[in-house]
């Protein structure tokens, strides 16, 4: 399938590694023009150079933290600058600190929510406009299985990400007609280093080793495994395609199956 990205311009947001690095490779290999971010320029520039000597698309680096103030004005200036415009935005943010959600002090709230929510709708506010003034846009969400089945231990996440359910399904249905789709893709435990980072907590937590943790994870989920990034990059690449115009406001789980709701 053509997914018509060729020549499209991207910007993926934590992108040096894991699934906003798969994410990013995909869109590069459909001949996309991306331009990655995160805090460490010497990930960025590596993987943006391994990336476009990939081809056929490119990708660019621009090392920023996207917690710090001022960081969403200077990344949305600085990928318009690179790309000359956005047509594609998938927004990511790194997993916060796991956890009982009794325990959050009230300032990793506000902390958490500056850096998960609030500058994704910040950023995603910048870029829209213009993304409707050209009739055609995409802006994909990366959220959690959390957004609709808690996930144990991840209360910090299972309440930011809700939010994050709400402001696509609102924002979708108010820039339908302009050709721009809001979508959430909602990863289950995808073999990344977060995911070896929460069993690792699980397995301190619950005093078992780490082998017996994750056997006993993939053994929950229907397909018996974690996911790859690829498969998870897969989905994430047709929601932000041409063929997927009629795609919007919705949430696809990517889990293998490991959602028990219908």
């Not at 050709?179 to 070896?196: F, S, Y």
């Not at 790859?228 to 041409?242: G, I, N, Y």
Request: hydrophobic letters at 45%; one cysteine or more.
């Amino acid at each position: 399938m053509n997914l018509g990205l060729a020549g499209k311009r991207a910007l993926v947001l934590a992108s040096s590694r894991g699934l906003g690095l798969g994410v990013a490779t995909a869109l590069v290999a459909e001949g996309a023009h991306v331009v990655i971010t995160g805090r460490s320029a010497e990930k960025l520039d590596a993987a943006a150079a391994r990336l476009s000597a990939g081809g056929p698309g490119r990708a660019e680096a621009l090392a920023c933290d996207f917690a710090a103030d001022g960081a969403v004005a200077a990344l949305a200036e600085g990928a318009v600058a690179r790309l000359g415009g956005v047509d594609v935005l998938v927004n990511n943010t790194g997993g916060p600190p796991p956890g009982s959600i009794l325990a959050v002090a009230p300032e990793t709230w506000e902390k958490q929510f500056g850096a998960m929510v609030r500058n994704v709708f910040d950023l995603t506010g910048r870029l829209v406009p213009e993304m409707r003034a050209r009739g055609w846009g995409r802006i994909l969400t990366i959220a959690s299985s959390g957004v609709e089945q808690p996930i144990p231990g991840l209360g910090i996440s299972n309440a930011l990400r809700a939010a994050l359910a709400g402001w696509s399904k609102t924002l979708a249905e108010e820039v339908a007609r302009d050709g721009v789709t809001a979508n959430l893709i909602l990863p289950g435990r995808i073999q990344t280093e977060r995911v070896d980072e929460i069993d690792h907590a699980n397995a301190e937590k619950s005093g078992k080793p780490v082998e017996e943790v994750a056997a006993a994870s993939r053994a929950a989920i229907p397909v018996g495994r974690y996911g790859t990034v690829e498969e998870f990059a897969a989905v994430a690449a047709f929601l932000v395609s041409e063929p997927a115009s009629y795609v919007t406001g919705s949430m696809i789980r990517c889990d293998g199956g490991a959602i028990r709701s219908v």
